[in-house]
């Protein structure tokens, strides 16, 4: 009768109260980190995501152009200080943005700091308030813009 009990109480507590013994294998799986949008500045919102050649990260926000080199962020705003929602990356390294009524690119000075370079002047000014730009695309060697 004893051994029943001893039997039935190791049971119970093999299912209720299972050992954490730590055997799962973690080699080969990748890191995984979280940034929230408070310990890098940026707004909550990313609407794209590029990477160049050299493995930076791009990612269109709500508060401008976020950029990640693997070890630091960086914001670069809008002159209209407004929504980025679309990039294109050319291989010349122009990084195309489009947010609300704005349109251009970033390119980096002789610092290597990106400079914005707006494209409105292009357009007429009857057709300069045109809302948000959603999309970029190259087409031999063209850029559009969808708004």
């Given at each position: 009768?004893?051994?029943?009990?001893l039997?039935?109480?190791s049971l119970?507590?093999a299912?209720?109260?299972?050992l954490d013994?730590g055997?799962?294998?973690?080699?080969?799986?990748?890191?995984?980190?979280?940034y929230y949008h408070e310990?890098?500045?940026?707004?909550s919102q990313?609407w794209?995501i590029?990477?160049?050649?050299f493995?930076n990260?791009?990612?269109?926000?709500n508060?401008?152009?976020l950029?990640y080199?693997g070890k630091?962020?960086k914001?670069?705003?809008l002159p209209n200080k407004?929504i980025?929602?679309?990039?294109c990356?050319?291989?010349?390294?122009?990084?195309?943005v489009g947010?609300q009524d704005a349109?251009?690119y970033?390119?980096?000075?002789?610092?290597?700091?990106?400079q914005?370079?707006?494209?409105?002047?292009?357009l007429?000014?009857n057709?300069?308030?045109?809302g948000?730009v959603?999309n970029?695309?190259?087409?031999?060697n063209?850029?559009?813009f969808?708004?």
């Amino acid at each position: 009768m004893k051994t029943i009990a001893l039997f039935i109480l190791s049971l119970f507590f093999a299912i209720f109260f299972p050992l954490d013994v730590g055997a799962q294998q973690t080699i080969g799986q990748p890191s995984i980190l979280n940034y929230y949008h408070e310990d890098i500045n940026a707004g909550s919102q990313n609407w794209a995501i590029k990477q160049d050649k050299f493995g930076n990260m791009y990612f269109a926000n709500n508060t401008g152009l976020l950029t990640y080199n693997g070890k630091e962020w960086k914001m670069y705003r809008l002159p209209n200080k407004t929504i980025v929602r679309a990039i294109c990356i050319t291989d010349d390294l122009k990084i195309f943005v489009g947010g609300q009524d704005a349109l251009g690119y970033f390119f980096p000075d002789e610092r290597g700091v990106l400079q914005y370079h707006s494209l409105l002047e292009l357009l007429p000014l009857n057709k300069r308030k045109f809302g948000d730009v959603w999309n970029i695309e190259i087409l031999n060697n063209d850029i559009f813009f969808r708004t």
